[in-house]
């Protein structure tokens, strides 16, 4: 299938530029009978959405979403569920003036070679605009992983450029502009972006995702691992280069005597594997963690080219994220709850009637307090 | 799509177990008219096999290949390339006293659960064995890749443990035991290793992965991201943890006036984005980094329990890596390998009439030279 | 992926239901640089939509397309095309009465039964109303492939219940109220299907669909068959109940001798291949004949039974076709169109670069005389 | 994926030539648990095997399967299941005069034009050799489907070019050299038989395929039709140019008020939609009937061109089947347990949790005599 659907199972189809009259998605393969309103997606939908603080995006944009199928007297009926989100803040005229030039750092020069014809208008189809329609899947996705299984996937901002953010409580996430779980660090951290706004520059981040209650045995041992599923989401979130499942980078230093997770008939002992053993689910926490580039629309000044291959300055005036690693945050944990939910259908399709008398093994901690890897050491 | 299937257009179907009679794949969508022989895949799998060195594990496998299907007097047809390897050194009897237990680490409590029926013999399809058959179909979409593009994929050691291994020549690649560029640590590497060994431990590695030629425009910008293909591909090798493209996660420190690379008229500046801006390539190499976690065998002991329920301790005697990240080397490049031929094809079918009047930028630095990210600075 | 994406490269996913708010569906992997507008769509749309003459269903639907993405400037960019069609005439109380009962020959009974959850109002998704959304999207596929290839695909009624309707000439297709290819016949037909409405009954229908100017070279030998594809495309199709392609049933009674097309100098002498041989088209017309069933919804009443498992009898007062059959030609159309161009963008990824010496057979007559196969002879 | 894949979850990825080393498949996705053995596989394929009868092909095939993987223990373990049959009796020097020449009705000419490369010995990759596999996989899928559903799937020859095959009793198939259900014909069809071979020419067939015991459910209503991917299915065997459901071609002449199945409380009263209502099986036998052209490969002469487009004559001397209808019957039989399977599992993956208080309705007529369409009445 082609490159703008999402999932084996229960896939999304997604849609719209940045500049366009509309974004949205299909979502197909939604159990039937799932109590879904608007209300449900839209909450998702305010938490990713820009203007909601100075260090954020200014473009305004209510992004509104519309359920055109799939849901009839609040339930889903098994039908693909259309979502529809009308673009309102364009002011696409910001971007006349680099329809004849290829901004470094971003899919300007790869997309025109690629393609021949380029909406210029704030990046077209590469820009990050599409995510919210991830965000509103996501949030079907997340319902239901949710009701049937206890399945609580959240996100939070770990690292700041140089800043590392220590976790606090998941307590602090919601109230934080940057989705920090960390309270004491919020003035060091709005002291550092205003800098950061002023000199017109941009800053990377580590986000870490979380899905607590995931039970074991969802994901293949091959090629449908789901540590290769999650890894293909994590690093198709737009300006994400890098992708750690548990231990991550640190288990190059690891030795096998210290990474590999011992378990005990009262639980796993450590999590070093991230939930995943062998590409299945283990009952464990899933730690994932990104690492988000910064942006590239930046007022500095960098050299380029033009259509005609002619040298050229670029400097953005318009709109943007000085971190998108911030936004980026309930794009991770909707892309998480997408591939969960694919792979929880896939695994019952399967293996629907495989049942064992082995005990479950806990997970190693109360998953309130789960804490996926801090950077790693190098 | 089931979970044994990589690939949209070039698609690889693998089977078979660790101890089974045979391991294999189907290759399915090559193109026609390639030239292709047993010594061009039994090359690569010469590589991978164990038994090399005292560094790997003993097991005696030819890994002899046979092509079944899809070639015709020497010439690829079009139809599937069916490829078999049967299984030599099985010595399954190493493994009766796990059958009933779970090794930390491994698949075999993930697996159990799951499907409730296990081949316990050397992990059975959750083993490393499996990627032998990825290296042979590797070998096949490389030589199309090189044939047609000129695109030239390596890898190399680029951490042991705690040890960093600098970047000296690809020259040194092939003569080392560990796939290490670098001839003067070379003694280093080895005594650290005996001492592992000695110690009945394991240990990780870093592995870089480079892909030079690829001509710019493979890939999409959202779900179909050339990246996120490449992420999906390597985290689903065994024992991998962590991908990184690019600079990775040194970009979370990273500003956007430092990061973003520049054109000009002589070519890119840099190359933090790895070869791909907005999930498509760029023409710049593109530079791939791994975390392989330690292997999960060793002799230690560890705790665990069995398929009862109970406590046992778990010590591994079988015939083992204590550094799996070695012998990952060659699976990393086929997979990279499996991912640029499947974007090579879908980019012409889709793309395949675009011509346009910019002059391609040329990469950073001869591919020879090139040099994927050191470790993160974290 | 799941069951409202069609296609492999070129995907078309459906939604919406036939008294939800919308319909409408997103087009993925459309080469870019097709010119495209609203209009192009708009023609094959009012082919199909409702209310043109007294012989199908009364329901006023103006099925305005809306082009939400994927084209910038009067050009696709190769971004993924949303299209969506608002639903404007719901009278939904119309089936306020059927909430709770299983019309005969429908959907019904056997989506309750899957879904447990059931959009009544005019048969939800299964409605013959999603179709539209078929003929827009292949409006797209017909546009590129007569551009690219200058293949034409076309369709007509070639028998209506009983009576025959002999091919006479391409021209009399578009001025009939059934796609009648035959002037002279078409008073009787207005006289037969009066007499049905009368009556409060449905009539099944044969339509042949022809697609002219195909090359030689579109398919694949195994799963991936043309033939193979076409069938499960029209039958895919609302109300479908058979399909042929060339000879189709009547082989069953040819020899080999008779059945075997020539091939000459001068061209093929015969196609009862209808176009396909081993499920690669060869040049020739393809020729697919299709029965569509009488629509279940008639005045008359038929016996059923309602969601408690009761007894009752059914009659439908909504406004219907009273044969499914006239409007399904643009559909087939629509269908085929949108199979032949995923084989030609599959075909050109694996096999871009094969050339032969070897001349290409001329198809069999001038496209335009093309004419299927008669009903076969049992 | 690539075109030698068939399925959604339960995958077979087909390989092998007609006169290569070895043709096998591998399936993918089987539920973990069934007990399976060579044993059962090879009943299947004994059935279609050549050279059981002189009225097929005199090629000497033992077809004996191997199991490569995915089964452990007499149990299938969740992993890919690789069948491997080698090809003994290939005489491949019958094919030299062919080489460079096509055949007509077959696909030589075709082929060539798409792949410029040419396995020419029996017809390579195109041959019907390759159903075998197709027998073999589909021998799993019906093993499982009746142990877990009770579902059986027949077939039988209906007609044999003029002569219809009244159906009398399933008892009579088996032992049939023609799958003939009808012990008072056989002599009829013997002659009619040999005097064909003593022509050297081929005949058509029609195939009747039923499924029994299918619950209600499976499928779905728009391009996931169970419909449209039996169609797929069946017109993806070699020869067989017309798909019918139910009624097929028939239902062209039905009025609605006769066609739509009236459901009562002791059961469906008719079975016009041969089991599957708007995509979805409606608890009634599956029905479906299929067109099998006459072999192309007969000893009469016909013109053809060769590769250098000029005109020559061709006749067949290999062994072949004069009526490859025969053989093709447990490959219809394969293919519909694979698509049944396949949507077995699709549906438990997305409505696992439905549950309706309607009780479900009979089908018509107790199945073992349940009895497919007539040919159509034209």
Redesign the interface.
């Known amino acids: 299938?082609?490159?703008?659907?999402?999932?084996?199972?229960?896939?999304v189809?997604?849609?719209?530029?940045s500049h366009?009259?509309?974004?949205?998605?299909?979502v197909?393969?939604?159990?039937?009978?799932l109590a879904l309103g608007q209300a449900d997606i839209q909450a998702d939908l305010d938490r990713r959405k820009p203007g909601t603080s100075r260090h954020v995006t200014q473009r305004r944009e209510p992004d509104e979403v519309?359920i055109?199928?799939?849901v009839?007297e609040g339930?889903?009926?098994?039908?693909?569920?259309?979502l529809?989100i009308r673009n309102q803040d364009q002011r696409s005229k910001d971007y006349s003036d680099i329809a004849e030039l290829?901004r470094?750092?971003?899919?300007?020069?790869?997309?025109?070679?690629?393609?021949?014809?380029?909406?210029y208008r704030g990046?077209?189809?590469?820009s990050a605009r599409?995510t919210a329609v991830r965000v509103a899947a996501g949030a079907i996705a997340r319902k239901w992983l949710a009701e049937?299984f206890g399945v609580v996937v959240r996100s939070y901002l770990a690292?700041l450029?140089?800043i590392p953010v220590p976790f606090e409580s998941w307590d602090f996430v919601a109230g934080s502009p940057f989705f920090a779980p960390n309270l004491s660090l919020q003035p060091k951290l709005e002291a550092y972006m205003d800098a950061?706004r002023s000199e017109g520059?941009?800053?990377?981040?580590?986000i870490n995702v979380v899905a607590a209650g995931v039970p074991?045995?969802?994901?293949?041992?091959?090629?449908?691992?789901l540590?290769?599923?999650?890894?293909?989401?994590?690093?198709?979130i737009?300006a994400v280069?890098?992708?750690?499942?548990?231990?991550?980078?640190?288990?190059?230093?690891?030795?096998?005597?210290?990474?590999?997770?011992?378990?005990?008939?009262e639980g796993f002992?450590s999590n070093?594997?991230?939930g995943?053993?062998?590409?299945?689910?283990?009952g464990q926490d899933i730690l994932v963690s990104l690492?988000?580039?910064?942006?590239?629309?930046?007022r500095?000044e960098?050299?380029?080219?033009n259509?005609?291959?002619?040298?050229v300055t670029v400097s953005t005036r318009g709109r943007h994220d000085p971190c998108v690693g911030i936004r980026a945050i309930p794009v991770a944990e909707a892309m998480l709850a997408l591939v969960l939910i694919d792979h929880a259908?896939?695994?019952?399709?399967?293996?629907?009637?495989?049942?064992?008398?082995?005990?479950?093994?806990a997970a190693q901690a109360p998953s309130a307090d789960a804490q996926p890897p801090s950077?790693?050491?190098?």
Chains 1, 2, 3, 4 share one sequence.
């Open positions: 299938m082609s490159g703008n659907t999402f999932g084996t199972l229960f896939c189809t997604s849609f719209g530029e366009g009259s509309a974004i949205g998605c299909v197909d393969g939604c159990p039937p009978g519309e055109l199928s799939g009839f339930l889903t009926t098994g039908a693909p569920i259309a529809l290829f470094p750092g971003h899919a300007d020069y790869t997309c025109w070679q690629k393609y021949g014809v380029r909406d990046g077209g189809r590469a599409e049937k690292q450029g140089e950061l520059d941009s800053i990377g981040a580590r074991v045995g969802w994901g293949e041992p091959v090629f449908g691992r540590d290769a599923d999650i890894a293909h989401a994590m690093m198709g737009n280069k890098g992708v750690e499942i548990g231990a991550g980078f640190a288990s190059v230093g690891q030795r096998g005597s210290e990474h590999g997770d011992e378990m005990t008939r002992l070093n594997a991230g995943v053993l062998g590409g299945v689910s283990s690492a988000v580039k910064p942006a590239s629309s930046i500095r960098k050299r380029s080219i259509i005609a291959g002619e040298a259908l896939r695994h019952r399709a399967q293996c629907g009637d495989v049942r064992t008398d082995t005990p479950k093994v950077p790693p050491k190098g």
